[in-house]
């Protein structure tokens, strides 16, 4: 099994910036894609950006050029630095990763951390 622990969520001003930040542990083998996803209320959850483990990016639309999102597959983090708050951000954002469990398995499976509240208001 794999956890995923989110952190750095919390109240910003419209303009502010937050960074959050997602660890894996437990049976880890290797991690492929990581991703920060994001829904707010009454509103289907939707990928914010995600990145491959090469380190090849893609963002959505909405955030291009506000956030960043980078890892560190030393640690099996992958954070999500958030520029430019709007009040549209405000959503429980939630981390995802595809892990490999061992070497004798060449499937991925994904793990959903437990979400962290952004807010943004003035």
């Known amino acids: 099994q794999v956890q995923l622990v989110e952190s750095g969520g919390g109240l910003v001003q419209p303009g502010g910036s937050l960074r959050l930040s997602c660890a894996a542990s437990g049976r880890i083998f290797s991690i492929n894609t990581m991703a920060w996803y994001r829904q707010a209320p009454g509103k289907q959850r939707e990928l914010v950006a995600s990145i491959s483990s090469g380190g090849s990016t893609n963002y959505a639309d909405s955030v291009k050029g506000r956030f960043t999102i980078s890892r560190d597959n030393a640690k099996n983090t992958v954070s999500l630095q958030m520029n430019s708050l709007e009040a549209e951000d405000t959503a429980v954002y939630y981390c995802?990763?595809?892990?490999?469990?061992?070497?004798?398995?060449?499937?991925?499976?994904?793990?959903w951390g437990q979400g962290t509240q952004v807010t943004v208001s003035s």
């Open positions: 995802n990763v595809k892990v490999r469990h061992d070497s004798s398995s060449y499937y991925y499976t994904n793990y």
